[in-house]
């Protein structure tokens, strides 16, 4: 009888041994889902900058790009009217 009852007791503490390490195990999982996802949360915004920061670089240079079109269009154009006056004077001269 005595053997019985050592032999209960020591599946309830080997019992309660695997539940301690079950639960140990779930902690650690679900510590270590909640530090997964905060990797993987600051690796996407790290990206989404990244992204917008190559956008912006992008756009600048199209609109230093523009700009010297810009430029090139009003020198032009000055040229343009410069020959103009000079053809208005010609004919007033005749």
């Given at each position: 009888?005595s053997?019985?009852?050592?032999?209960?007791?020591?599946?309830?503490?080997?019992k309660?041994?695997?539940?301690?390490?079950?639960?140990l195990?779930?902690?650690?999982l679900?510590?270590?889902?909640?530090?997964?996802?905060?990797?993987?949360?600051?690796?996407?915004?790290?990206?989404?900058?990244n992204?917008v920061?190559?956008?912006?670089?992008?756009?600048d240079?199209?609109?230093d790009?523009?700009?010297?079109?810009?430029?090139?269009?009003?020198?032009?154009l000055?040229?343009?009217?410069?020959?103009?006056?000079w053809?208005?004077?010609?004919?007033?001269?005749?």
């Amino acid at each position: 009888m005595s053997f019985t009852g050592d032999y209960f007791q020591m599946t309830t503490q080997t019992k309660t041994n695997w539940s301690v390490v079950g639960m140990l195990v779930a902690w650690g999982l679900t510590l270590a889902t909640f530090i997964w996802n905060a990797a993987v949360n600051q690796a996407q915004t790290e990206s989404r900058l990244n992204s917008v920061e190559e956008e912006i670089k992008d756009l600048d240079s199209r609109l230093d790009t523009a700009e010297a079109f810009r430029m090139s269009i009003r020198a032009d154009l000055a040229e343009i009217k410069t020959d103009l006056i000079w053809i208005r004077r010609q004919l007033d001269k005749e």
